[in-house]
């Protein structure tokens, strides 16, 4: 049975690692469309060259390599070589380098694919612009008007960030795939959270991608001197945010599942003095959940608690509602075929939720995808600390490798519709 | 019966409100030892020289006044001319003009007292340098080492912004006043808070300065992407800060008293990313009580709760003690003497604790001292709109007039100390 080797995978990822990184906080500094991210790119073509596989450089700087036949739907392999500043050298890259690898495999092993195998590497996936380029380019989520407005939190224009690196954005409108050229999509990425580190599970086979919503509140109170100002007279727009904040575990109780999150991350007092009550808090909400009733559920209750909170307090609340990304959901009967080759394997696995966001997100309602997780240490990611154990590298690319050859090599592999949502 | 003029005292208001106003904001600023603030003492010097009073500045900047005989005394009034930037036109200014108005009384009706009566401007009373630099010097409370390191937020060392005005730091230690110099103290303010304004009462008579605690606390946990970490498994610093402030109410009903006060003025989460779990939270807790046993029950409690919330979630906190000043009593003969008065023209008053710190607190170890409020409308203070009513404004005048007259001029006026303590 061909095996993937280790050896060449940890010497890839090792590789694609000096691309961007930095001595001194030891993080991986290789943002979309930067020199680092561009050189890490050509690296890709050249491996692609060196495997005779047919290779370009979509107009969205998607970098794709081709084994096996040119006039059959494709079998995708896909993550991302583009960093967060600071990040780690598996986030991305693992999904990228597995899929090489599964090429190697097959060809060492004299393996011909049926179906053509395809392993892309995304452009800017972690949103310097505030999307996924390279995904809504490849699936047609893309506009002209954002191409022509997005901008980087420095007020870099993505259209110039783009010329600079040689590419034309007019071009990314040019990378769409036709639903009909792709058989099927698969995505190995590391978790970037704790459960299968904690729960000592090997394989995380994903369901779907949760939705997401993201307010910007401001609670409005008056500011006042924290001596003279009895604790009866206030409208402290702190105790405001703090009486929210401390209802957050029962509005999930009531309103959500154990898929639901919602997170302050961000929270700014006016004025701001230790001896003044605040005046006006601003904070922010994101919350999650894998069903869209779910998060509307969620959203209504923050809205409801918010309101009886500041009216308890004096106070006034507005809030915006910056974004709402409904859930995607991976293919059952891709699902069912991760799964049937982890038990093969004899690989423990759970089913589960991702809470980040993957390029697998966009091709879920254009193909059948799937996406499927190894277990990331103490959870740590977009960090210089992030770490997978190369054992479990391995174990996710053998498993990738199961599945991309079942579905490349046999003509009506697993791709039997399970509807996993009635057997939950 | 001797009347207060309150047209003399609008136009002295008004005509102090002109240094460093800024018509923009219609704040007021004249920091200590400002250009502005140095011109409003040269007027109070000018209103002095016409009422032929003896007048001078000390090396601290404190510019005082002198109607009646040398060798006696002196009943001593006192305030500050120094302002918060973008501040109201009454807070402290109208201490140092009720002052000129007493004197100016006491001419027209021809009345010579037989002690001394003297009007004071202290300096920097609002705490540019981190102290209250002229009461401080009056009553001994400096030494050369703080003013040789001493400097504003910006940087400018006081000694410095001193010898930018003429004024040489050594000498500040000259400033000294004996306590047998001084026969009583006493400093009219506005409330700054919103306790008279809301009973609708005229006249508070201070029973003392409530002490106050300053604490730096950091909470720590884990940042965590706010997608991939299940809520049982974070270890989020801000839900830390969240709970503990929730409890502020609970720990002020079973350690204090209704004089108690718990702000939390400033909160700064790390990362501070919307989809990131705060990793970090430092936060400021500022505790104020009357009295220095209920600050330690407090400050106690504070530090019992955040124990027992890091340990609930998975965080570590730390705290430092910034400050943790004492509280200071007003004497009872003086608070009796208002209070008689305030009674003898039928003025509504209420004993009360200031929460602000005023010039009054370091002369209450050290003479006996009296304060009392007129009311601030809506509580407002240290900003633009800072408001209170001429007519509290003349009544608070009158009040000071009849305690000041009664204190110069009858040899045993009602100096018999009452240990209002133990009334209460």
Chains 1, 2 share one sequence.
């Not at 001595?23 to 060259?49: I, K, N, P, T």
């Not at 939190?153 to 010329?163: P, T």
């Not at 919503?213 to 409005?220: G, L, S």
């Not at 009486?243 to 575990?249: G, L, S």
């Amino acid at each position: 049975m061909p095996q993937v080797n280790i050896e060449r995978i940890e010497h890839d990822i090792t590789a694609i690692s000096k691309f961007g990184f930095n001595e001194e906080d030891r993080g991986v500094y290789r943002q979309g469309f930067s020199e680092a991210d561009m050189a890490a790119r050509q690296w890709l073509r050249d491996q692609f060259e060196t495997l005779g596989m047919v290779h370009e450089i979509d107009g969205a700087g998607n970098v794709s390599g081709r084994f096996g036949p040119a006039d059959k739907p494709a079998v995708v392999i896909a993550s991302h070589l583009d960093s967060v500043p600071a990040g780690g050298i598996f986030d991305g890259v693992l999904g990228v380098v597995a899929g090489l690898e599964c090429i190697r495999t097959m060809q060492e092993n004299g393996i011909t694919p049926a179906y053509p195998v395809e392993v892309i590497a995304t452009s800017e996936e972690e949103g310097r612009f505030g999307g996924m380029l390279g995904a809504q380019a490849l699936t047609g989520r893309l506009t002209l008007e954002w191409l022509e407005n997005a901008a980087d939190e420095r007020g870099v224009r993505l259209k110039d960030a783009m010329a600079e690196v040689g590419l034309d954005y007019h071009k990314a409108l040019h990378a769409y795939r036709r639903p009909e050229t792709i058989r099927a999509f698969l995505e190995l990425h590391v978790e970037q959270g704790p459960v299968l580190d904690m729960e000592k599970t090997t394989i995380g086979v994903v369901e779907g991608i949760s939705g997401v919503f993201k307010w910007m509140v401001r609670m409005i109170g008056k500011a006042d001197h924290a001596g003279t100002a009895p604790m009866d007279m206030r409208a402290d727009a702190l105790m405001g945010m703090v009486d929210f904040a401390h209802e957050i575990p029962r509005i999930i109780d009531e309103e959500g599942t154990d898929k639901s999150r919602i997170t302050i991350g961000h929270v700014a007092c006016k004025p701001g003095f230790p001896h003044t009550v605040p005046g006006e808090v601003d904070f922010t909400i994101v919350g999650r959940d894998l069903s869209e009733d779910k998060m509307r559920s969620l959203a209504e209750a923050c809205e409801r608690v918010l309101s009886a909170i500041a009216r308890k307090h004096k106070l006034h609340f507005e809030y915006e509602q910056m974004s709402w990304l409904e859930p995607a959901y991976c293919d059952p009967s891709i699902m069912a075929l991760i799964e049937s080759k982890a038990k093969a394997l004899d690989y423990s696995y759970k089913i589960m939720p991702s809470g980040a966001g993957h390029d697998v997100q966009f091709f879920c309602n254009h193909t059948k995808a799937g996406l499927f997780f190894v277990p990331s240490v103490h959870g740590i990611s977009h960090a210089p600390d992030e770490w997978t154990h190369w054992s479990d590298i391995e174990r996710g690319t053998q498993l990738l490798y199961e599945c991309v050859t079942e579905l490349a090599c046999e003509e009506n592999a697993s791709m039997v519709p399970v509807d996993r949502a009635l057997q939950d």
